[in-house]
């Protein structure tokens, strides 16, 4: 076996993350080891449905990478999915399900296959991309090394693959990515999103840190839909606090703010900002890094990245 053939099954809207999820997969590549295919890579023309049957015939991996989008889609769901389930339980190929994004996905047939992540994590909760698509380009070099060890030398059997015309056969450039506008509107869910998405996490690991440790007392609570507070007791005594605030888009304290001041009524000063920022491909929160202890935070976080480094500017006290 040469070069294992990776098909990627997707819904259109998460193509950002299926472009990224392929920039990881660019050193294997190089290597020799993989060859990856898309509906993108069919040309004017194509017979769009014909092509991706044969390309999913042809696959030895295929990456199911799994939103809300991809198990809505008739598609994704009934044909591509379907089909792939079919050749795997047979042996044909293997299935890697990357979760891109949180969903009910235990349920479907590919539910009871391991995910790329651990414990089926989804890429978007990673403190950032790369470090999710590190878990799953680590998967799928570990399925192309398991294929390569089972396939030896033998020539394939089914000449029916090595008689199919070539749907790819003119060339063209890989390098097809472009850059996207990130409307107004964009930005404003995207911070709204992000700043729910830290209180909740900051409730939860409030509650977990007081179940874990005797002697500490917790308060963490929304004072209105712009703003959360939290303290952290230990035997009565406050040892650290803070206040989280949403500050829009637009203001000279814009984004998402942090003050090490718990009981501060101010949104006019801040130990830390965390502004929506984007490459051209997707939204990310970027740090001001003014708070940091250590290690400069990284400059492209998620909003769970962005969670975790506001948690570690409030808990540092209680480590230090």
């Known amino acids: 076996m040469n070069m294992a ?3 990627f099954s997707y819904s259109h809207k998460d193509e950002s993350l299926r472009d990224e999820l392929e920039k990881h997969l660019s050193v294997i590549k190089r290597q020799g080891l993989i060859e990856t295919w898309h509906d993108r890579r069919i040309g004017a023309g194509g017979d769009f449905s014909r092509e991706i049957s044969s390309h999913l015939e042809d696959a030895d991996i295929i990456l199911l990478l799994v939103s809300s989008d ?7 769901y009934d044909i591509e999915m379907k089909r792939a389930m079919e050749r795997h339980e047979r042996s044909e190929a293997t299935i890697i399900p990357v ?6 996905w235990h349920g479907a047939p590919f539910g009871k296959l391991l995910a790329a992540t651990t414990d089926g994590k989804p890429i978007v909760k990673f403190p950032t991309l790369d470090d999710g698509f590190l878990e799953v380009t680590a998967a799928i070099e ?3 090394q398991r294929i390569r060890s089972q396939s030896g030398p033998e020539i394939a059997t089914e000449p029916v693959v090595l008689s199919r015309p070539s749907t790819a056969a003119t060339p063209r450039s890989s390098n097809l990515r472009i ?5 107004d509107h964009d930005q404003d869910v995207f911070l709204d999103g992000a700043f729910n998405f830290i209180c909740n996490f900051f409730e939860e690991s409030l509650r977990e840190l007081e179940r874990r440790s005797p002697g500490i007392q917790t308060q963490g609570a929304r ?4 703003h959360f507070s939290a303290k952290i007791y230990r035997d009565g005594q406050q040892i650290t606090g803070c206040r989280i605030w949403h500050g829009g888009r ?14 501060s009524t101010s949104d006019g000063s801040y130990n830390e900002s965390l502004s929506a920022e984007n490459d051209g491909y997707s939204l990310h929160l ?14 492209q976080l998620t909003e769970e990245g962005a969670a975790e480094y506001l948690w570690s500017l409030l808990i540092g006290p209680l480590q230090r």
């Open 5 to 7: 053939n990776i098909f």
């Open 70 to 76: 991809f198990l809505d889609s008739d598609y994704c």
């Open 99 to 104: 979760i891109l994004r949180p969903c009910s």
């Open 142 to 144: 570990n399925a192309v």
């Open 179 to 183: 850059t996207r506008q990130f409307s």
């Open 223 to 226: 004072i209105d839909l712009r």
């Open 250 to 263: 637009t203001s000279f304290a814009s984004g998402i703010l942090y003050s090490s001041n718990a009981d």
């Open 286 to 299: 970027k740090p001001l890094g003014t708070a940091h202890y250590g290690n400069p935070p990284e400059k």
